[in-house]
Nanobody, 123 residues
Framework: QVQLVESGGGLVQAGGSLRLSCAAS????????VGWFRQPPGKEREFVGT????????SFAEPLKGRFTISRDNAKNTVYLQMNSLKPEDTAIYFC????????????????WGQGTQVTVSS
């Protein structure tokens, strides 16, 4: 079983940046893709972006393209979500999860969800 722990959330002013980390531990035996999702207050969880095992390909929700990037360091079993030009509507709990499916956007294809990290963007 793989355990994921998100970190790096916090309070930031609009226009600022944050980098979230998703650290994996446990029984990591196969290549895995990692997705980021978020749940804004009072709303459903939604797709943010995903990165494949080789870190050569990423996919993002359309509104986030150009502001968010994802990278990974497989030697550290860590995936990063870099968020720039943050807006108040980016306020949410951010989660990471693993998938055996390439660049999937469907939550049902992800597992090993972390507990999430809170990001709050003030106006």
């Amino acid at each position: 079983q793989v355990q994921l722990v998100e970190s790096g959330g916090g309070l930031v002013q609009a226009g600022g940046s944050l980098r979230l980390s998703c650290a994996a531990s446990g029984r990591i035996s196969n290549p895995y893709n990692v997705g980021w999702f978020r749940q804004p207050p009072g709303k459903e969880r939604e797709f943010v972006g995903t990165i494949n095992w080789g870190a050569r390909q990423t996919s993002f929700a359309e509104p986030l393209k150009g502001r968010f990037t994802i990278s990974r360091d497989n030697a550290k079993n860590t995936v990063y979500l870099q968020m720039n030009s943050l807006k108040p509507e980016d306020t949410a709990i951010y989660f990471c999860a693993t998938s055996m499916y390439w660049l999937s956007r469907s939550q049902s294809l992800y597992k090993n969800w972390g507990q999430g990290t809170q990001v709050t963007v003030s106006s």
